[in-house]
């Protein structure tokens, strides 16, 4: 069983598998296009580009904080370098060299966080980025995305290349449902709606856009009807779609696998608050870390569900 397919979508490529083979062929096309790796390639997928174009990958080993500095380095000297590790190593490790060596001074890094959420289920909390998108969001200019299935993220991916400045593409370890089958519209900061409804909206992003889909579903069979947001764009957030979904349905659940303070429903709250108050409900792994085990239990024992999204829905008033 997996996420979406309840909806009739079926399993796809995993985030991180799409976007190393949308890289290798991007990269083809712009010269300017360049890897640095932690030593984990063959991981975050960007092994293949390594492979085709030896001269412009560059492994420093398992030194995150020396990798985002030397991407810095490329940078200034009008290179575009994406620079990938698992979240969790990224962002945890090298923060610190993100906000000073690339935020700061508005340089043109692309940072890749792979093995996001605790969907990775087995290699367990100490490899689980789910503070990730939070980091990023506090470093100032960086564009946040999380793409929900394998278009999107090649698509995600050729939006961060031709995007001038910092952004931070957060991808997910296992194969996902293809919510996009005829591929992805992506615009950098614009949501996409998969499904219309009037009584409530479901904005969510990465693998829970599947569970969101299936949760209309049921939903609708329950007399509930239900809209469903991509909201692939956390930084900077479609404040216009969060704002429509207040007025037109006047009640919002955000789905993400995420912490639950800093990521996708600390960004829709401050939009809706500020633009039309509504009751919000929340799915995510709350204030605590996971554990080892098998990728979709543990979806299910921390309430990352289709399950969890429709009582947070029934239970808005």
Partial sequence: ???????????????????????????AEN?????????????????????????????????????????????????????ASFACFLLSNAHDQMRMSVAFPGLNVKFVGTHAGIS???????????????????LAGVKVLVPADGPSSKAATAATLADNGPTYLRLGRGKVAEVYPDGCDFTIGKANQLRDGKDVTIIANGLMVGAALDAAQELDAAGISARVLDMH??????????????????????????????????????????????????????????????????LQKYGLTPQAIVEAAKSLK
């Fill in 31 to 83: 010269k300017e296009v360049v890897t640095v790796d932690g030593d984990v390639g063959n991981s975050t997928r960007t092994e293949p580009f390594a492979l085709a174009h030896p001269d412009r990958a560059f492994n420093v080993g398992i030194a995150e904080s020396n990798m985002v500095s030397v991407a810095g380095g490329l940078a200034a000297c009008g290179k575009i370098p994406v620079v």
């Fill in 233 to 298: 764009t956390v930084k900077p957030i479609d404040e216009e779609a969060v704002a429509k979904a207040g007025r037109e349905t006047g009640r919002i659940v955000v789905a993400e696998e995420h912490l639950s303070h800093g990521g996708l429903g600390s960004a829709v709250a401050m939009a809706a608050s500020t633009l039309h108050p509504v009751p919000i409900s929340y799915v995510n792994v709350g204030d605590r870390y996971a554990e080892s085990g098998d990728p979709m239990g543990l």
């Fill in 1 to 27: 069983m997996y996420f979406g397919e309840a909806s009739g979508y079926k399993l796809g490529q995993a985030p991180r598998d799409a976007f190393g083979d949308a890289l290798v062929a991007l990269g």
């Fill in 120 to 138: 990775i289920g087995e290699d367990g909390p100490s490899q689980m980025g789910i503070e990730d998108v939070a980091l990023a969001c506090t």
